[in-house]
Nanobody, 123 residues
């Protein structure tokens, strides 16, 4: 059974930084992808970034390019989202999600989801 557990959310002032972690377990293959999604109150869920475990390929949505960095420690099966220069509009519940296969598997709609962690950026 695949499990994804997020940590690292919290409250930060605008311009500050946070690092989210997603610990993955249960993938029976080494070729999988993990992504971060977010959902703000009253808004649709959006993909933020994702990374492939096999080749390290990454994808970012335009609104976070240059501010957020996704990385992975395959030995620990943990994916990180370093968020810098945070803005109030980054406030949302952030979800870790994953699936077997490359980035497309996550972009198209991942099968496995974490419970979410709240990120609040004050102005």
């Amino acid at each position: 059974e695949v499990q994804l557990v997020e940590s690292g959310g919290g409250l930060v002032q605008a311009g500050g930084s946070l690092r989210l972690s997603c610990a993955a377990s249960g993938f029976s293959v080494d070729d999988y992808a993990i992504g971060w999604f977010r959902q703000a109150p009253g808004k649709e869920r959006e993909g933020v970034a994702c990374i492939s475990s096999s080749d390290g390929a990454t994808y970012y949505t335009d609104s976070v390019k240059g501010r957020f960095t996704i990385s992975s420690d395959n030995a620990k099966k943990t994916v990180y989202l370093q968020m810098n220069s945070l803005k109030p509009e980054d406030t949302a519940v952030y979800y870790c999600a994953g699936d077997v296969g490359g980035l497309f598997a996550v972009v198209a709609g991942p099968s496995y989801w974490g419970q979410g962690t709240q990120v609040t950026v004050s102005s």
